[in-house]
């Protein structure tokens, strides 16, 4: 009786694979998308409970980068971090 072609068992590789890699073109969408959504959310809510004051240039850049501050921590680094620690957690 022949034998069949069975494969070998791979071989580890000694060297680690970055699971983490930055992909810079989809940072930057990120970042970007990030900034419309909070710059619309800051003009809506400054002028629905001011309306059109004369400071409002002002209130709008000091909302755009407290909504921006917000958004992108909690979508680039809190959401990423729980779900990181879960699953390694559950394995």
Known sequence: ?????VPKAAAKSTVRKN???FNKA???RQVILIFIISFFISTALILYVFGFPTG???RLFSSTFV???LISVTVMGIIPLVN????RWLR
């Open 1 to 5: 009786m022949r034998k069949q072609n």
């Open 19 to 21: 699971k983490f890699r």
């Open 26 to 28: 989809n940072l930057k």
């Open 56 to 58: 409002f240039f002002g």
């Open 67 to 69: 909504f921006f501050l």
């Open 84 to 87: 990181y620690v879960f699953n």
